[in-house]
T-cell receptor, first 112, second 111 residues
């Protein structure tokens, strides 16, 4: 499968726990974007990364959320001390040169 | 003012008809424009992109761009029930920067 991979597909956490979402971009892509989508709502941009660099994190909440895209391995979106309002679908997209984005299947996070 | 605006719908068309989906954007300097389809519970799937004024056709889909009016549309000819989904318009102001997505238009094609 040469597409964007995300895991886990479903993640259940209790309030106060940490959630780690992983994204492997399409082969050859070095640009990764994270989005959040609440039920019946549009996609909200969170962060844009290239290898080892955060390019734009203007959509990222200032607290509890962080993202990285290391030289080796997948991009990680980390949510510390999750709250119920963090329950959403989190989508990762990748692009070759910062243009056309291709989406992964998403991670559905449920906070109990 | 929102960066990208779409009518939320729902838009209903009979099978075989033309579905017309519209999108406006606020930044006149925007460079590239995308249409994604999202089925319920699934991730967005790229349908088409367009960079230049005019029409771009791909099978049953035609994207139309009018930069003077800051308007992008997607036409779906010979609509099928399988086209029933939410259609998202996205705008890239500058290559390499974030996309701005509209909230999507829900389309239902009635058999």
């Amino acid at each position: 499968n040469a597409g964007v991979m995300q895991n886990p597909r479903h993640l259940v956490r209790r309030r106060g726990q940490e959630a780690r979402l992983r994204c492997s971009p399409m082969k050859g892509h070095s640009h990764v974007y994270w989005y959040r989508q609440l039920p019946e709502e549009g996609l909200k941009f969170m962060v844009y990364l290239q290898k080892e660099n955060i390019i734009d994190e203007s959509g990222m909440p200032k607290e509890r959320f962080s993202a990285e895209f290391p030289k080796e391995g997948p991009s990680i979106l980390r949510i510390q001390q999750v709250v119920r309002g963090d329950s959403a679908a989190y989508f990762c997209a990748s692009s070759l040169g910062g243009d056309t984005q291709y989406f992964g299947p998403g991670t559905r996070l449920t906070v109990l | 003012q929102k960066e990208v605006e779409q009518n939320s719908g729902p838009l209903s068309v009979p099978e075989g008809a033309i579905a017309s989906l519209n999108c406006t954007y606020s930044d006149r300097g925007s460079q590239s424009f995308f249409w994604y389809r999202q089925y319920s519970g699934k991730s967005p799937e790229l349908i088409m992109f367009i960079y230049s004024n005019g029409d771009k056709e791909d099978g049953r889909f035609t994207a139309q761009l009018n930069k003077a009016s800051q308007y992008v549309s997607l036409l779906i000819r010979d609509s099928q029930p399988s086209d029933s989904a939410t259609y998202l318009c996205a705008v890239n102001k500058v290559t390499g920067n974030q996309f701005y997505f509209g909230t999507g238009t829900s389309l239902t094609v009635i058999p």
